[in-house]
């Protein structure tokens, strides 16, 4: 089993910043990518940022230029330096990642999530 559990969640002033940790354990072989999404009240989970092994990444558009996910991979960890936020950042953050483990089985595991909220 893989286990991922977030970080770094909080109450945070418009235009304020946090950074958001998500730490991997258990039985992995290989981390491949991870990712950041997010879910408001009311609407879809939502991609907000996916790393490559090599680090490579992309962005959900509204958050290009403000948000920076990166990682550690001797950590197992992924963050999620978040700056500028909007009231419209509020949500609950995942992260999720791909692992191949020992036995070379594949899948995507979720975290359990962590409450951004962004006040005026």
């Known amino acids: 089993q893989v286990q991922l559990v977030e970080s770094g969640g909080g109450l945070v002033q418009a235009g304020g910043s946090l950074r958001l940790s998500c730490v991997a354990s258990?039985?992995?072989?290989?981390?491949?990518?991870m990712g950041w999404y997010r879910q408001a009240p009311g609407k879809q989970r939502e991609l907000v940022a996916v790393i490559s092994r090599g680090g490579s990444t992309t962005y959900e558009d509204s958050v290009k230029g403000r948000f920076t996910a990166s990682r550690d991979n001797a950590k197992k960890t992924v963050y999620l330096q978040m700056n500028s936020l909007k009231l419209e950042d509020t949500a609950v953050y995942y992260c999720n990642a791909d692992v191949a483990d020992y036995s070379l089985r594949r899948r995507v595991y979720w975290g359990q999530g962590t409450q951004v909220t962004v006040s005026s």
């Open positions: 258990g039985n992995i072989l290989i981390l491949n990518d």
